[in-house]
């Protein structure tokens, strides 16, 4: 795959995982930390904030996960707060939630990007189907073999084709 810049994603995690882990000693977190408004907004926040924030994410990630529609946050973090948990009064919205998943589903990417890249080996598979409205659509598949030597397969992206055969895909 082609190499592509996430922005956002990737600033919210060289933040995080700045403000999460204390002083940094990683350039690249110090560059992220120092320079873009969201790494300076992350950086300036305590570490409650942060974990508080990380929870809060935690819920959205598990929402995805489950396949539970983003309309369900709010509740479940009033559910948490009933329980105990520190969430504070912000980021308890549906759009946050759905904010938090994208940032999420980025960094997972920007992930799977990297392990395909370090990869020696790999295989595309597309699969095609035609939806509802009577659309081909082409669902590609990327097997590699990861850092440990294992085969890993994942969902890569569902493509929209305009001629579903070998030379359209």
């Given at each position: 795959?082609?190499?592509r810049q996430?922005?956002?994603?990737?600033?919210?995690?060289h933040a995080r995982q700045g403000c999460k882990y204390g002083a940094t000693t990683n350039s690249d977190d110090?560059?992220?930390?120092?320079?873009?408004?969201l790494g300076k907004a992350f950086a300036s926040v305590t570490t409650d904030e942060s974990h508080r924030v990380g929870k809060?994410?935690?819920?959205?990630?598990?929402?995805a996960k489950e396949e539970t529609p983003f309309p369900k946050y709010p509740a479940i973090v009033e559910l948490e707060k009933r329980h105990g948990v520190s969430l504070g009064s912000t980021y308890g919205t549906e759009h946050k939630c759905q904010k938090f998943t994208n940032v999420i589903g980025d960094c997972?990417?920007?992930?799977?990007?990297?392990?395909?890249?370090?990869?020696?080996?790999?295989?595309?598979?597309?699969d095609g189907s035609t939806d509802s409205?009577?659309?081909?659509?082409?669902?590609?598949?990327?097997?590699f073999i990861n850092a440990d030597?294992?085969?890993?397969?994942?969902?890569?992206?569902?493509?929209?084709?305009?001629?579903?055969?070998?030379?359209g895909i």
């Amino acid at each position: 795959p082609e190499e592509r810049q996430c922005g956002k994603a990737q600033e919210v995690r060289h933040a995080r995982q700045g403000c999460k882990y204390g002083a940094t000693t990683n350039s690249d977190d110090q560059l992220y930390l120092t320079s873009t408004p969201l790494g300076k907004a992350f950086a300036s926040v305590t570490t409650d904030e942060s974990h508080r924030v990380g929870k809060l994410f935690d819920v959205a990630y598990m929402l995805a996960k489950e396949e539970t529609p983003f309309p369900k946050y709010p509740a479940i973090v009033e559910l948490e707060k009933r329980h105990g948990v520190s969430l504070g009064s912000t980021y308890g919205t549906e759009h946050k939630c759905q904010k938090f998943t994208n940032v999420i589903g980025d960094c997972l990417q920007d992930d799977t990007f990297d392990e395909i890249r370090a990869s020696h080996f790999v295989t595309v598979s597309p699969d095609g189907s035609t939806d509802s409205s009577v659309q081909e659509k082409e669902m590609i598949y990327v097997t590699f073999i990861n850092a440990d030597g294992h085969p890993k397969c994942n969902f890569f992206c569902l493509a929209n084709v305009s001629d579903a055969t070998s030379i359209g895909i």
